[in-house]
C-alpha cells in the first residue's frame, strides 16, 4: 500500500508539471523531422511559382540570366501589383539603377518581418510542445509560433506579427501571420514592395523527397545567385528538403494573392558567428543612417 501511494504521488506531480495546457493531458511531442538547420544561401531568395501570380522579381540581369543583385530594380509592371504599389516599386528601382542605393531592413540591421526575411541564407527550426521557434541568420532574428491557438481579437502589431500554427500529419507545418508591424523600412522584400495593416501571410513547410522539389530546385537556380560560404548545403545531397510555400494577401497593396516558394537543404555548416553591425554613416548618401538609440543611457 505504501508503495502503492508513493506511486500515485510521483504520478500527480509529474502530471501536473509536464502535463498540456487541456485538462492535464500530456501534449504529443511534436514531429521531429522539422528540427534542425536548413540552408538556401540565395539571394534574392524567393523563388517563382511554376505558374500563377507569384513575387515581384528583378527586372536587371547578370549575363548568365539570374537576378542582379548589384541593382535591385523590381518589375514594378508585375500585374499583382496596385498602382500605388507599383509607383513605390518603381522609385525604389529609379534608385538603384541611378546608382544611390537605397535603405532596407537588412542593411539597416532592422527587423525584417514575413515574407521579407525568407531571403535569409539560413533557418534553424525549434520546435517544442507548445511552440515553434524560427531563428535566422542575419543578426539572429526570432520567430515564435504558438501552437494550436488563435489570433486575439484586437493584434498588437509586432515586427513579426501575430503567429499561429499547427501540424498536419508528420510532414507539413503551417503558420498563419496577421499584425505586421511598420517601422520605417517596411516593406515585403528587398524591392521595396509595400504593404498595409491588412497583410496576411500564410506558410507551408513541408518535408518532402527531393525530387518532388527538383522542379522548385531548378527554378530557384534560374533566378537568384548561389551565395554559399559558411551556410551553405551538400549539393550531392537527395533526401527530404524543407520546401516552404507561401501565400501573401493584402487587398489594399495587391490586385490578387500571390504565392512563392523557398526550398531548403539541410545545412553542412554550424550556426555562424554573426552580428548586424550598424553603420552610422549610409554608404551612399551624405546622411545619417537611421539607427535606434535611446533617449538617455541606461548607465
Not at 507548445?130 to 493584434?155: C, K, M, W
Not at 499547427?166 to 516593406?187: I, L, N, R
Amino acid at each position: 500500500m505504501q508503495r502503492w501511494l508513493m506511486g500515485l504521488v510521483g504520478c500527480v506531480a509529474l502530471c501536473s508539471s509536464s502535463g498540456a495546457q487541456s485538462g492535464g493531458v500530456l501534449a504529443p511531442d511534436p514531429p521531429q523531422g522539422f528540427a534542425g538547420l536548413w540552408s538556401h544561401p540565395y539571394l534574392t531568395g524567393m523563388e517563382p511559382p511554376a505558374s500563377g501570380p507569384g513575387p515581384v522579381l528583378n527586372l536587371t540581369r547578370r549575363p548568365d540570366g539570374r537576378a542582379n543583385f548589384q541593382r535591385l530594380v523590381g518589375n514594378w509592371r508585375n500585374p499583382i501589383l496596385k498602382p500605388e504599389a507599383a509607383q513605390v516599386v518603381k522609385r525604389f528601382g529609379d534608385m538603384s539603377l541611378n546608382g544611390t542605393g537605397y535603405e532596407t531592413p537588412s542593411n539597416q540591421c532592422w527587423p525584417g518581418g514575413v515574407p521579407y526575411v525568407f531571403w535569409d541564407f539560413l533557418l534553424e527550426f525549434v520546435p517544442s510542445k507548445d511552440h515553434v521557434t524560427f531563428v535566422y541568420r542575419h543578426g539572429q532574428e526570432l520567430r515564435f509560433i504558438r501552437l494550436n491557438s488563435q489570433h486575439p481579437a484586437n493584434v498588437t502589431p509586432s515586427w513579426y506579427g501575430d503567429s499561429i500554427g499547427h501540424y498536419e500529419g508528420d510532414d507539413t507545418f503551417v503558420v498563419d501571420t496577421v499584425g505586421m508591424k511598420h517601422g520605417p523600412y517596411a516593406m515585403l522584400d528587398m524591392y521595396g514592395t509595400p504593404f498595409s495593416d491588412k497583410l496576411h501571410i500564410v506558410e507551408r513547410y513541408r518535408l518532402v523527397p527531393y525530387a518532388q522539389a527538383a522542379d522548385s530546385i531548378a527554378r530557384n537556380e534560374r533566378e537568384n545567385t548561389h551565395a554559399g560560404g559558411g551556410w551553405d548545403f551538400d549539393p550531392k545531397y537527395r533526401g527530404k528538403v524543407l520546401q516552404l510555400t507561401f501565400t501573401v494577401d493584402d487587398p489594399d497593396v495587391f490586385t490578387t494573392p500571390w504565392t512563392g516558394t523557398i526550398t531548403y537543404r539541410p545545412s553542412i555548416d554550424p550556426w555562424p558567428e554573426l552580428i548586424c553591425s550598424e553603420n552610422p554613416h549610409w554608404f551612399t548618401m551624405e546622411s545619417e543612417s537611421h539607427i535606434p538609440t535611446a533617449p538617455k543611457p541606461d548607465f
